[in-house]
């Protein structure tokens, strides 16, 4: 039986009527990505396969779009700034869309300069994607792992994979069993063998019509 906190983590921030359009990028074949990391973090591990997995995906559908690791930011001086901003942005809990009353990105974020920056938070929070910049550019905050779910690492695996996912231009699809479900039932990523949750065919679709040729 799920408990009230199971429930909890079954939730995935993203206000996904502001997920990325096919306008914003089309034509933009390679996604500078920059992970800040705390030191010795399983989920840098667990970051670089969800890559993968995508640029597996993206190539399989033929697309030019590739998510390209551009640097790793091991305990960086920004790391206090970037733990308040996600913070800010999970207290919205999804129900303020980017607009000019949300809270500013810290300079140091925008210093990154990556397309995509996956922040690996020390926090208790539920794991997000955040458009900035018109959705050119996403902010992603990934929870802590000393605590469920991301204790187990498919889970960890499959929820970075699922904010990336929303990073791409893919929205919440309702189907638990998979990679883009929302809500989530994160037990349903355990397993001892690594996996990744499957992309459905319209999704698929969908990245064919964002990313293809004109």
Not at 143 to 165: F, K, M, S, W
Not at 186 to 210: C, G, I, N, Q
């Amino acid at each position: 039986m799920r408990t009230a906190s199971a429930a909890l983590l079954a939730v995935t921030l993203l206000p996904v009527s502001h997920a990325a359009s096919a306008s914003d990028q089309n034509g933009a074949r390679d996604r500078h990505i920059v992970i800040v990391t705390p030191p010795d973090d399983g989920r840098l591990a667990a970051t670089r396969e969800a890559i993968d997995f995508w640029n597996e995906t993206l190539s399989g559908l033929q697309l030019d779009l590739r998510l390209v690791e551009d640097r790793v930011l091991v305990a960086p001086s920004s790391t206090r700034k970037l733990e308040q901003y996600t913070r800010q942005i999970w207290n919205l809990a999804g129900r303020t869309p980017p607009s000019a009353t949300t809270p500013p990105p810290p300079p140091e974020l925008d210093a990154l300069e990556g397309d995509i920056v996956v922040f690996l938070s020390n926090q208790r929070i539920f794991s997000f994607a955040w458009p900035r910049a018109e959705r050119r550019k996403f902010f992603i905050g990934i929870q802590t792992d000393t605590e469920e779910p991301l204790t187990y690492p498919n889970v960890t695996r499959n929820v970075i994979a699922h904010e990336l996912g929303h990073a791409l231009g893919l929205e919440h699809n309702g189907r638990t069993t998979t990679l883009m479900c929302g809500p989530c039932e994160h037990f349903v990523y355990r397993s001892e063998v690594p996996l990744f949750l499957p992309v459905t065919p319209a999704e698929h679709a969908r990245l064919r019509l964002m990313y293809g040729s004109p």
